[in-house]
Nanobody, 118 residues
Framework: EVQLVESGGGLMQPGGSLRLSCAAS????????MSWVRQAPGKGLEWVSA????????SYADSVKGRFTISRDNAKNTLYLQMNSLKPEDTAVYYC???????????WGQGTQVTVSS
């Protein structure tokens, strides 16, 4: 079965950094584009970033561009999100998702909480 497990979230002060990981199993990870999506308290889902199957092409929401970096290690079946210069508005549950037809598909992880607060 497809399984996506996020980790690396936690509490950080504004300006700090975190690296999120998503461990994938149950499918050929290297064949799929992947995304990060987040949900802030009381708000809807917000797409954050995407990466193609080979890792050579990435895209970002305007709100995180220049601060976050998506990457992947296909040999380890792992997706990453490096989060720098964190802001309180980055506080959210972060999910990794397998993409189908250019959008986050039916397979999502359980999420990892990121809290940015002083």
């Amino acid at each position: 079965e497809v399984q996506l497990v996020e980790s690396g979230g936690g509490l950080m002060q504004p300006g700090g950094s975190l690296r999120l990981s998503c461990a994938a199993s149950g499918f050929t990870f290297s064949s799929y584009a992947m995304s990060w999506v987040r949900q802030a308290p009381g708000k809807g889902l917000e797409w954050v970033s995407a990466i193609n199957s080979g890792g050579g092409s990435t895209s970002y929401a305007d709100s995180v561009k220049g601060r976050f970096t998506i990457s992947r290690d296909n040999a380890k079946n792992t997706l990453y999100l490096q989060m720098n210069s964190l802001k309180p508005e980055d506080t959210a549950v972060y999910y990794c998702a397998r993409m189908t037809l250019g959008i986050p598909g039916d397979y999502w992880g359980q999420g990892t909480q990121v809290t940015v607060s002083s």
